[in-house]
Nanobody, 121 residues
Framework: QVQLVESGGGLVQPGGSLRLSCAASGSIFRFGAEGWYRQAPGKQRELVAHITSGGYSNYANSVKGRFTISRDNAKNTVYLQMNSLKPEDTAVYYC???????????????WGQGTQVTVSS
């Protein structure tokens, strides 16, 4: 069964850093575009960063210059390095990816279970 598993969330002080990981498990033929989203209490889920299979990335204005998305295609894993964290970055972070399972005929879209990031002193 193909799934995305996130890790790396936690509690950090303002100005600190965290690195989130999203690993795709199962029999995967191709790993397509991937994005990190976040959802704060009472707010809609928003796109934080996105990276194509070729490595092209883009970011929400609120995180530009602070967050970096990267991927290791050999490990089917995508990372989100978060620096200079602010209290307003507090949210549940979700990864989302287009995966092509072995035996499948096309990409399908998957979500991870989410990981909590709390920025507080």
């Amino acid at each position: 069964q193909v799934q995305l598993v996130e890790s790396g969330g936690g509690l950090v002080q303002p100005g600190g850093s965290l690195r989130l990981s999203c690993a795709a498990s199962g029999s995967i033929f191709r790993f397509g575009a991937e994005g990190w989203y976040r959802q704060a209490p009472g707010k809609q889920r928003e796109l934080v960063a996105h990276i194509t299979s070729g490595g092209y990335s883009n970011y929400a204005n609120s995180v530009k210059g602070r967050f970096t998305i990267s991927r290791d295609n050999a490990k089917n894993t995508v990372y989100l390095q978060m620096n200079s964290l602010k209290p307003e970055d507090t949210a549940v972070y979700y990864c989302n990816a287009d995966l092509w399972p072995y035996g499948g005929s096309r990409y399908s879209n998957y979500w991870g279970q989410g990981t909590q990031v709390t920025v507080s002193s």
